[in-house]
């Protein structure tokens, strides 16, 4: 029997920043499962600000969401029916669906999770692709060595205060991290950095000028914090660029930072990573995090957001930075 769910299209291109005008909440029908096939009630889904780049046409590393088709993006569900000899009805898996209330998927498009050893949220989070950027990010790109500096620009979003904490329990010599409230900075202080600093008080250059030079800089910001951090690093520091949400609204060109002589005199390495290119990491990542989040050495807060017609208020607040930690959506 054919499943009644909702789904959330972009139903045009955003110029600037997104409005409820580029979505539309769309009524449909899933067909049952064929063979290999399952159907799976989503139970909870992923807002992040990648998602902002693929409502572009532009051309990137991944292609742009389709007009008048259904979003993509993390999700837990429950199976509801299943064609499949791997996953059975009540099977909580991981995918790639979200921005639905129901999708149907090959059984090979799925991942099972445990809930028992974590909360379904984790896995969208902290021992999701959130975790595992913040971990490609620190040890692989950033090449962090135990004893030195850390940065981290959007550190309280979730791949920020992951990327502090990580550079924590491996041994950082001093973690330094930015964000836009008091409660923000607080938070961070809270889970362990050394220094935190509220970017709205002063300008980013100015309030890292006292601190240690930086080794490596993890960069979610882009504009004026990778600036800031070029001019304060240690020579031969690493710069691992994440993202850069400073400049992912901008209808004009955004100037990039003025002072990249200091790449040179500096001897900087700057490289930008996707996730998806360092899955061979996910086994040592799991291994390493696991434990510590286990045993409280990593922590992490998540904002939740209620029902698939408050997804686009979720997304829409996630860009305006009203998110501590993970932003996810109970459906």
């Known amino acids: 029997m054919p499943t009644p769910t909702r789904e959330i299209h ?7 920043w997104p409005t409820h005008d580029n979505f539309r909440t769309v009524s449909t029908n899933l067909p049952d ?46 199976v509801i029916a299943s064609a499949s000899d791997a996953l059975a009805v ?29 909360p379904a949220s984790a896995y969208l989070g902290v021992l999701g692709m959130t975790g595992l950027t913040a971990y490609v990010g620190l040890t692989r790109i950033g090449q962090f060595h135990e004893g030195e500096t850390v940065f981290v620009s959007g550190a309280a979003g979730a791949v920020g205060s992951m990327v502090g904490q990580l550079a924590k329990n491996l041994g950082a010599g001093t973690v330094i ?35 240690p030079d930086i080794d490596v800089y993890f960069d979610n910001v882009g504009g004026d914090h990778l600036e800031a951090a070029i001019s304060n690093m240690a020579d031969f520091g690493r710069i691992a660029c994440c993202g850069a949400i400073a400049g992912y609204n901008a209808t ?4 990039g930072p003025r002072n990249m002589m200091m790449l040179v005199s500096k001897r900087l390495t700057m490289r930008g990573f996707i996730v998806g290119e360092h899955s061979d990491l996910a086994g040592e990542f799991f291994s390493t995090v696991g434990p510590w989040l286990a ?30 930690g993970k932003m996810l959506v109970n459906l």
Do not use: C
């Open 10 to 16: 972009l139903s045009s291109r955003p110029s600037g």
């Open 33 to 78: 499962p064929a063979e290999g096939q399952v159907v799976v009630r989503n139970l909870m889904m992923s807002v992040d600000p990648y998602m902002r780049g693929r409502m572009s046409d532009a051309k990137s590393y991944v292609a742009p969401f389709a007009l008048d088709a259904p979003l993509q993006g993390g999700a837990v569900g429950a």
């Open 90 to 118: 009540g099977d909580v898996v991981l995918h790639g669906l979200g921005w639905r209330e129901h999708a149907l998927l090959d059984d090979t498009a799925v991942r099972k999770v445990d809930t028992d050893a974590a």
């Open 177 to 211: 991290g930015s964000a836009g409230s008091p409660e923000k900075v607080a938070w961070l202080k809270e889970i362990g950095f050394d220094e935190a600093l509220n970017y709205k008080d002063a300008p980013i250059a100015a309030q890292l000028q006292d601190l």
């Open 252 to 255: 004009e060109p955004t100037p």
């Open 295 to 324: 045993d409280g050495r990593i922590q992490h807060r998540e904002t939740f957001v209620d029902g698939l017609d408050h997804a686009v208020d979720a997304f829409l607040d996630l860009m305006h930075g009203a998110n501590t």
